[in-house]
């Protein structure tokens, strides 16, 4: 009889932002040490890191529906807002 090895559940984007919230406040905190805020802030990095990787997937998959004149609707790829970083290049 085969063992199923259970699969590690992966954290949603709403858990790592919580994450993000938390690790956030303990640094504001000032209560950890040197040696702890660097760990929080390495993993926070992280966090920001998939998050991000996380929006960019989703907003891939994001399509707006239009409605064309003859009432039928019809996608058409997101239109990237404008931010910051496109003005910094």
Known sequence: MARKKKARKEPTFEERLGR????????????AGLDDSLCLYA???DL?????KDLAEA???????TET?????ETQPM????DEETDEA
Do not use: M, N
């Open 69 to 73: 004149a003859e009432g039928d609707l």
């Open 48 to 52: 920001i890191k998939r998050c991000r």
């Open 20 to 31: 993000l919230e938390e690790i956030v406040e303990q640094l504001e905190s000032g209560e």
């Open 59 to 65: 907003e891939k998959r994001i399509q707006q529906l």
């Open 43 to 45: 993993e926070g990095a």
């Open 79 to 82: 239109q990237p807002e404008e």
